[in-house]
């Protein structure tokens, strides 16, 4: 096998290259053999030679082809990968073996709260979370009442983000995210905690993204109905390994059969 490669290319993707292309990827995991309840004993471990891992295989040599315009939605229980795959795509992981390509600007939304300081105010957050995803101050200033309208964050700008419950925290999130105009937008089970509002909200900025600037999507959630509604298609992982690709309403309901 051989060891990983990573392309990241800003540019819009060019016609005849897909914007990503994932070949034979394999991600493992060290996981300690027992519970360690300090750094000093992990350490001490460490040091004496007494630390053992076993390894575990979090995706098994994977392949998808995403092509521009695609939504493409990712299925699978708990444990399976998803979120695994998504994060070596948006470069936050390296996997162990194979090799990625990424062609045009990311816009993740992969974990809750990452990329935000919680001691910090919902303002100060917007700066911070648009800097981290390359927005520059100009830039945001620009965006900035598109943002807090989106989210709808009126009256909330100067609150620390710590008092902010995780569908206010999922808002600001998804509004600076979404306030460019991505090649490639990662969605990981953002809308879980939103209201059923804001969840259509978002599906609707989802769908004008896709509609009117041919943004590519890669979608997760375990709410098959969202997957079924936005993509066109889908990859269906189990324990790593991916047991079908194709048209969304095929994986998916292949998928809740094999759970029946």
């Not at 995803?133 to 989106?150: A, C, M, P, T």
């Not at 009126?154 to 999130?173: C, D, H, Q, T, W």
């Amino acid at each position: 096998m051989t060891k990983q490669s990573l392309k990241y290319n800003q540019q819009k993707p060019s016609i005849g290259h897909p914007v990503v292309l994932v070949k034979d990827v394999t991600m493992m995991f060290n996981i300690a053999n027992e519970h360690l309840s300090s750094l000093k004993e992990y350490f001490i471990k460490l040091a004496t030679r007494q630390l053992f891992y076993r390894e575990f295989c979090a995706l098994d040599k994977v392949s998808l082809r995403v092509e521009q315009g695609d939504v493409f939605g990712i299925v699978g229980i708990n444990g399976s990968g998803k979120s695994t795959l998504l994060k070596i795509i948006a470069g936050v992981l390296e996997p162990t073996y194979g090799n990625v390509e990424v062609n045009g600007t990311i816009a993740p939304l992969i974990e809750l709260g990452a990329g935000f300081d919680f001691e910090l105010t919902a303002r100060e957050n917007i700066y911070l979370n648009g800097a981290l995803l390359g927005y520059n101050r100009k830039y945001i200033d620009e965006h900035f009442d598109e943002i807090v309208s989106f989210a709808e964050l009126e009256g909330f700008l100067e609150l620390p983000m710590k008092n902010y419950s995780s569908g206010m925290v999922a808002r600001i999130a998804f509004a600076v995210a979404t306030v460019m105009i991505p090649d490639l937008l990662i969605v990981d089970e953002a809308l879980s905690v939103g209201d059923m509002f804001f969840q259509e909200k978002c599906l609707d900025r989802i769908n004008t993204l896709i509609s009117d600037h041919g943004t590519t999507v890669l979608f997760v959630s375990h709410n098959i109905e969202q997957v079924e509604r936005l993509c066109h298609k889908a990859i269906w992982l189990e324990q790593g390994v991916v047991q079908m690709t194709g048209s969304t309403l095929e994986v998916c309901e292949a998928y809740k059969n094999s759970k029946q």
